[in-house]
């Protein structure tokens, strides 16, 4: 039986995907995003050892107020790094009639074996996938995360070619992701997909850099102000969010 590192667990999300979701979050992160405001899930040997039937059963207690839409989503941290744990957690929502949602980063994606064979099986038991594109232009993406994204890239195509439903997300921060240039870009990408049902802008906050100072961690983007609700609209008309019909 799996057990995965577990952070921490939300009863009653309502921005985790559709309807009312129990959001469990993972522990583990290979990205190191400038805006994070997880970073104590960044830990890999972090957090509590649970298995998915204690998670499942918990989560099913709430139940009654998924309605039609809800289920559970597992975000992070980056669910991708404990494939395993995730592909029995969701095999067994999926005994259980549950709604399943797997909010990730999409960084550790690769078609190399064994990772790509457990990939596919997860997606067999995965309703939707909701994917950041943190930004289009790789050495920006670097630089933002300290990572590259052309895998990240590659698995919103192999999930597009497969007809896997996904909602895809773009934090938007001032003078780092909201160049109108690189938001084009982004939409044209966007637009190379037959999957995506819904495109969500994030404006940026900083809610979550007193956690960076609790953990010692210099907070690059301190002065950073939320974007302008100009700016927003903006981004959401380049992306398109009004033609797609669901933002």
Not at 137 to 165: C, F, Q, W
Request: contains cysteine; aromatic residues 10%; charged residues 25%.
């Amino acid at each position: 039986m799996a057990e995965g590192r577990i952070h921490s667990t939300e009863s009653f999300g309502s921005v985790d995907g559709p309807g009312v979701r129990f959001v469990i979050f993972v522990q583990g992160c290979s990205l190191r995003c400038r805006y994070c405001h997880n970073p104590d899930t960044w830990d890999a040997q972090g957090g509590e050892w649970k298995t998915a039937d204690e998670l499942l059963d918990t989560a099913e207690r709430y139940r009654s107020y998924w309605g039609s839409e809800g289920g559970i989503t597992v975000s992070g941290g980056e669910p991708l790094l404990q494939i395993d744990f995730l592909l029995e957690l969701f095999r067994k929502a999926r005994l259980r009639g549950i709604h399943t949602c797997v909010d990730t980063a999409g960084q550790p994606f690769t078609r190399k074996e064994p990772f790509f064979s457990a990939f596919r099986e997860l997606c067999d038991v995965t309703d939707l996938f909701m994917v950041d594109i943190k930004h289009i232009d790789e050495a920006a993406h670097v630089r933002l995360t300290g990572k590259t994204n052309r895998n990240i890239l590659d698995m919103l195509r192999y999930l597009s070619d497969i007809g896997k439903p996904v909602w895809i997300r773009h934090v938007l921060v001032p003078g780092i992701t909201d160049d109108d240039d690189a938001l084009r870009h982004t939409a044209d990408f966007i637009r190379t997909l037959g999957n995506v049902e819904k495109v969500e802008v994030l404006p940026y906050h900083s809610f979550g850099a007193y956690k960076w100072d609790t953990l010692g961690i210099p907070y690059s983007l301190n002065g950073v102000e939320p974007p302008t609700k100009e700016r927003v609209e903006n981004a959401q008309r380049i992306l398109g969010t009004e033609r797609i019909g669901l933002e």
